[in-house]
């Protein structure tokens, strides 16, 4: 069961609108759980509104009567089922911070993993390397519709989600999501941990590389003991990663407990991370910078960032409390 964080999330969200589209099928198959979702979202103090296309017939006046009886604060559009929904939905009157479409599943690269987060730019490129892996055809146009609206400054964020349980709240209030973003606003803020919330969320970005193998344990009390040494990156207010700052020596300081959420692996937030790291660890007076690692990406990451694997002699006693662990080394007065 994903963690949630209902008040760090919630506090970003309240007040603001979640539009909610399904088509027909899917709100029929989905009905409880989309309603479940809403009304959690409601008492969240978060407005919401709830897009489809279901047909005014006989048969669908039991949904609609469910509808209007348990989602009172929610407002309803309906879109014509002869309408391009996806375009309608885009194109609907009410301003939203957020528009949520569900469907039958999840998007997935071409290992079969769900993708999580994308800017436009690459969301452009993942429909030109693997598009056809996208189940329903119609939503392969709606991609660039949607592309085209945040370009456009008309939308912020975008969110495909698999219809299902919980699934628009994981989406909103955990870490790993439930489906894949799309947005160009991620603005990263670099600073130190802030509060026993924020500690909490640290320890649960360690944990799943701790799973993974890469980290060893460092669980909440220990984040919390030593939160003078954590800094984290954040969107939107919320943590996205952190660095654990390891006094080497007068000159020397180690990265360590290098870790960024599934959700935004890939969009260079490491990048980002590890730059704000160096670059205030430097307005300190440090020049060189270590990080053990066995994490075949952040190796990358380091070598991309200039820095070489070796493991001088200076350092042999941190290199023998890590046997095994490759280690990486950056000097500022070497680089320039």
């Given at each position: 069961?994903p ?39 409601g008492?969240m ?6 897009l ?18 348990k ?15 996806y375009?309608?939905?885009?194109d ?11 469907e039958?599943?999840?998007?997935i690269?071409s290992?079969?993993?769900k ?26 146009d709606a ?6 609206k ?7 964020r975008?969110?495909i ?30 600073r130190p ?7 909490a969320v ?5 944990a ?6 890469y980290?060893?344990?460092?669980d ?18 919320i ?16 990265l360590?407990a ?10 260079r937030?490491g ?8 670059s ?12 053990l ?8 990451l380091?070598?991309?960032l ?31």
């Open positions: 069961m963690q949630l964080y209902l008040d760090e999330y919630a506090s970003h969200l309240a007040g603001r609108r979640v539009a909610i589209a399904c088509r027909e099928g899917i709100l029929r198959d989905h009905l409880r759980e989309i309603i479940a979702d809403c009304k959690f979202l008492r103090g978060i407005q919401t509104s709830l489809h296309n279901l047909p005014k017939r006989f048969s669908n006046q039991k949904v609609e009567r469910e509808l209007e009886k989602l009172t604060t929610t407002s309803h559009i309906r879109i014509p089922p002869e309408a391009d929904f375009r309608e939905a885009l609907a009157a009410d301003p939203v911070d957020k528009l949520i479409f569900l039958r599943r999840p998007l690269n290992q079969g993993l993708i999580n987060t994308l800017t436009t730019r690459r969301a452009r490129e993942t429909l030109a390397e693997f598009g056809e892996l996208i189940a329903n055809v119609n939503f392969r991609m660039k519709l949607i592309c085209e945040i370009e456009a400054g008309q939308l912020e975008v969110h989600l698999p219809a299902g349980r919980d699934t628009i709240k994981h989406e909103l209030f955990t870490l790993e999501g439930s489906g894949t973003m799309i947005a160009n606003n991620f603005a990263e803020v670099f941990v802030a509060g026993d919330e924020e500690v640290v320890a649960r970005i360690l799943m590389y701790r799973r993974a193998g980290l060893r344990p460092r909440r009390e220990y984040v919390g003991q030593h939160r003078q040494r954590f800094f984290v990156t954040a969107i939107d207010g943590v996205v990663g952190c660095v654990e700052q390891k006094i080497i020596d007068r000159q020397t300081v180690e360590a290098l870790a960024i959420s599934t959700r935004f692996r890939n969009q937030i990048v980002f991370t590890v730059n704000s790291f160096i205030t660890m430097a307005a300190q007076g440090y020049s060189r910078f270590i990080s690692t066995r994490n075949p990406r952040l190796a990358e380091f070598l991309q200039c820095f070489s694997r070796q493991s001088p002699a200076e350092y042999r006693q941190r290199q023998e409390e890590s046997p095994g662990v490759s280690m990486y080394v950056r000097d500022l007065r070497q680089s320039g």
